[in-house]
């Protein structure tokens, strides 16, 4: 069987996004730094959360799903501040 | 004097179906959607079990937007390399008043808002509440993200989807505990209708649900396959601890789902058209927070009403039962002028009498069982493995008898046989 997964970029263009200017969730990266299990990383069904050299984490809110995964997986106090988006912004799925 | 009577957060099932109670018993009803419009922001596993509409809208499958009406059901359980079914089909979930349905949840959402706005309620999207508005204890109206967007209402009902921040503020959950979450993850991929229609095995709008257990590579949760018109849907609901645990992102883990022998000719060249995910309350009658407060009401997925019993998965009709039950008892202590905590009391008692919470207690102890390591982890080895062995002809050999299988087949899939009669004497207590 042959088989072709689509690229991450391409699943993700599949989703609409409403983004706001404002980040809806911040992550401080220097919490993180001293986090050794990074679920974020593995968990968040964006993939919005990038591990960087020095042991922190890049986070982009832009095409966050609001799911809530990374807060619940999160296991650093403080890391992770989470709102929903202004109204009328964020995802916008259409055939769910 | 409050702007209204009430106010819904989250024009979800559970939102609207409050808010069209309310307005059909002639109160004010603001329903408050973040979204551009109802359903945005929602994803489920595929199926509507519409029947608790009967009496809020009669005929309702006259006109809700369907893609296609489960008349195949099947159970599939999988190891790596094989796969066994229940298949169940069924003429009469193809016909009115039906069984389940599959549906787009941005057009099922915003169908069912509509129909509270028909009756009068007030639809409020693009605004996003922000807060509870208190006086005291006492809950008297939201925040929102609009200029001057303070709305006081006599009653509030949070209806604001699994993560609830308001019945968080509210003080109505206790410590969340993330083995209470899971995370379903789907692709809807499109294939022309009479390639769905043949390999499915259906015709018209009748349409498939497939839920699998094996398929999640030992993390506790499971799969599923499901039709609608011209797209199917494929994914997974992963514990969310267990998945933080390991290494494989969700879309890998989607990934070796559509590969498996059993699957991949049922989604083969489907094209995706969106990706998306969600979180769900599966912790079932033990993770229900306190479910009213002195001028709130908590129903749906903010109440953490999903079931999640192994056979039976549902939610979009617990959401429309708690939500019609939140705004039946709201309506009631409206017209007694009391929208305190024990004014709003009859609310709980509306759900302990129906299917709600009679469904969930009877069911308190499955969401642990199906979740658990022996039945995600050994038990699909040990049921295909007997499959195997009682369909599998050894010729020369004779047919060993079935005890000797299953006796085998335990000791290979590392299950002790008093851990087997332990969780059937569980299943069958709970399931019973």
């Known amino acids: 069987m042959t088989w072709s997964e689509v ?14 200017e404002r980040a809806h969730i911040t992550v401080d990266g220097d919490a993180c ?10 968990a968040c069904p964006a993939n919005l959360f990038v591990p960087v050299s020095d042991g922190g984490i890049l986070f ?6 609001e799911c809530g995964t990374c807060y619940l997986v999160c296991n650093t106090q403080g890391a992770i501040t989470w709102t929903y988006p202004e109204g009328g912004h964020g995802v916008v799925f259409r055939r769910t | 004097m409050p702007d209204v009577d009430a106010i819904v957060v989250g024009a979800g099932p559970a939102g609207s179906c409050a808010a069209l109670t309310l307005a059909r018993a002639g109160r004010s009803v603001v329903l408050v959607e ?9 994803m489920y596993g595929g199926v509507v079990y519409p029947r608790v509409l009967d009496d809020l809208l009669p005929s309702w499958w006259e006109e809700a937007p369907v893609q296609r009406w489960v008349t195949r059901r099947q159970t ?3 190891t790596g390399t094989q796969a066994l079914t229940i298949d169940y089909r069924s003429e009469a979930w193809g016909e009115a008043p039906y069984n389940g349905a599959t549906a787009y949840r941005p057009d099922w959402d915003a169908w069912l808002a509509g129909k509270a706005e028909a009756e009068g309620a007030q639809l409020l999207c693009s605004t996003t509440v922000t807060g509870l508005l208190r006086d005291g204890d006492r809950v008297v109206g939201v925040r929102t993200d609009r200029p001057d967007g303070e709305l006081t209402a006599s009653v509030v009902i949070a209806c604001d989807g699994v993560n609830s921040f308001l019945a968080k503020e509210a003080g109505l959950y206790g410590p969340v505990d993330p083995a209470n979450y899971t995370l379903g993850v789907k692709e809807t991929l499109a294939l022309p209708k009479e390639v769905i229609d043949e390999r499915f095995g259906v015709r018209g709008r009748h349409g498939v649900d497939i839920e699998i257990l094996g398929c999640t590579q030992g993390i506790p949760g499971g799969g599923f396959v499901y039709t609608n018109l011209d797209t199917i849907a494929v994914g997974l609901v992963l514990k969310l601890p267990a998945l933080a645990a390991q290494r494989r992102r969700p879309e890998e ?3 070796l789902l559509k590969q498996h022998p059993a699957i991949a000719p049922l989604v083969e060249g489907g094209e995706i058209k969106e990706w998306s995910a969600h979180v769900i309350p599966e912790g079932g009658y ?27 998965l549902e939610g979009v009709n617990f959401a429309m039962g708690s939500g019609i039950a939140a705004g039946q008892a709201a309506a009631t202590a409206l017209r007694r002028n009391d929208t305190s905590a024990a004014g709003l009391a009859g609310y709980r008692a509306r759900l302990e009498g129906n299917f709600v919470l009679r469904d969930h207690r009877k069911l308190r ?14 038990y699909p080895g040990l049921v295909c493995g007997i499959a195997e062995r009682v369909f599998q002809v050894d010729n020369p050999r004779p047919k060993p008898g079935l005890r000797r299988i299953v006796r085998s087949e335990a000791r290979r899939a590392g299950v002790r046989l008093r851990d087997l009669a332990r969780d059937a004497w569980t299943g069958g207590r709970t399931f019973g």
């Open chain 2, 286 to 312: 033990d993770m229900v927070p306190t479910l009213s407060g002195d001028g709130i009401l908590v129903a749906g997925d903010a109440a953490a009403l999903c079931l999640a019993a192994g056979i039976w």
């Open chain 2, 253 to 255: 883990l989607v990934g």
């Open chain 2, 34 to 42: 973040r979204g551009p419009f109802p359903g945005a922001k929602n």
């Open chain 1, 60 to 65: 982009n809110y832009e095409q966050c799903f």
């Open chain 1, 7 to 20: 690229s991450f970029e391409r699943r993700m263009s599949s989703v609409e996004f409403r983004v706001h």
């Open chain 2, 365 to 378: 102890a499955a969401p642990h069982l199906v979740l658990s390591d022996r039945v995600q982890q050994q």
């Open chain 1, 33 to 42: 730094r001293g986090c050794t299990t990074k679920a974020c990383v593995v």
């Open chain 2, 76 to 78: 599939m359980v999988m």
